[in-house]
């Protein structure tokens, strides 16, 4: 599994005119092929009186799956500089359709290339982009007595604090970086004296914007 990849933030699309056309942006977080074309089926069928829905999708670890469709205009000026957007913007597990609404004037190959590209770009800019990170799970058992003083120590320490539950023992949910188990367990065992148990869960990726 990779430790950190960038994906889009959510679902959603944007809209920008050019030589009075319409180009709107359409973007997804997918993680199979078969999400990737369920999505592009989505918009052709929401814009089915569109000129053309140009799409294109990257998905997996290692950006195996890769799909372009020009969708009638001439070959390699939609589908493939899409694809080139997500992929100079560093995305993983994302899908793009560009709906295009012809306005009359016709634009030239590098006119349309770069109309898709900028849909594409722009869209995910406007949508946002979130960085992954895979992140160990952690809880920290302690006594009512020590509360405030491990939670405002997490606070300020690179470790996350999630939640707090409150039982018969505070139990504090924290997340980290892969790997610092070790050095985690000296911090906290430091800081409540050897009061606190400490007990290790599994790995979720957790997300930040970026």
Do not use: W
């Amino acid at each position: 599994m990779l430790t950190t990849y960038f994906t889009v933030k959510t679902e959603g699309s944007h809209e920008i005119i050019i030589q009075k056309s319409r180009f709107i942006g359409h973007v997804m977080r997918v993680e199979t092929e078969e999400e990737a074309i369920a999505f592009i089926q989505k918009i052709k069928k929401e814009h089915k009186d569109a000129t053309h829905n140009c799409s294109a999708y990257m998905i997996g670890e290692h950006d195996l799956i890769q799909k372009a469709s020009d969708d009638g205009e001439p070959s390699g000026t939609a589908g493939v500089p899409i694809l080139e957007v997500l992929k100079k913007k560093g995305l993983k597990d994302t899908a793009v359709v560009v709906t295009r609404y012809f306005g009359g004037i016709k634009l030239g190959a590098g006119g349309l290339i770069r109309a898709y590209s900028g849909s594409a770009s722009q869209s995910i800019d406007e949508i946002g982009v979130v960085k992954r990170q895979l992140m160990q799970l952690a809880e920290i058992h302690i006594d009512y007595t020590l509360l405030g003083k491990v939670e405002n120590e997490l606070r300020q320490s690179p470790y996350t604090l999630r939640t707090i539950d409150y039982a018969d023992r505070v139990v504090l949910h924290v997340a980290m970086e892969s790997g610092k188990e070790e050095e985690f367990q000296a911090y906290v065992t430091d800081m409540t004296n050897a009061q606190a148990e400490i007990t290790f869960g599994g790995q979720e990726y957790i997300e930040e914007d970026v």
